[in-house]
């Protein structure tokens, strides 16, 4: 086998090193591409914690609204009753007052 021109020794050096070049600007640019998704995931993780805090907020503030909502309607419920009852006085006294009127 006989031996490679030098020219073409020299133009595979060149294309290794162009290679090598340009494999070292790839792993420098995914570091930077990784660390610029890092952060922002962090930043993300840091936006879902604080979303899931103001729900547990928002849910805690509900169940207490429902309580009071709750007590609400029982004491409307009552009310209702009561002013049921007072019709009914009134009635059954405008009646009595009717009779004792007519003796």
Do not use: C, W
């Not at 490679?4 to 792993?27: G, M, T, W």
């Not at 922002?40 to 547990?56: A, P």
């Amino acid at each position: 086998m006989e031996p490679l021109p030098k020219s073409y020794i020299r133009e595979f050096l060149k294309s290794v090193r162009f290679q090598a070049l340009e494999s070292n600007l790839n792993l420098e640019h995914l570091g930077r591409m990784n660390e610029v998704t890092q952060e922002k995931y962090s930043g993300l993780d840091q936006e879902t914690q604080t979303i899931e805090e103001n729900l547990k907020n928002i849910l805690d503030e509900y169940q207490i609204s429902e309580d009071v909502l709750s007590q609400i309607q029982e004491l409307d419920s009552s009310l209702t009753e009561l002013e049921n009852s007072v019709e009914f006085l009134e009635e059954l006294t405008t009646r009595i007052e009717a009779k004792i009127k007519s003796l």
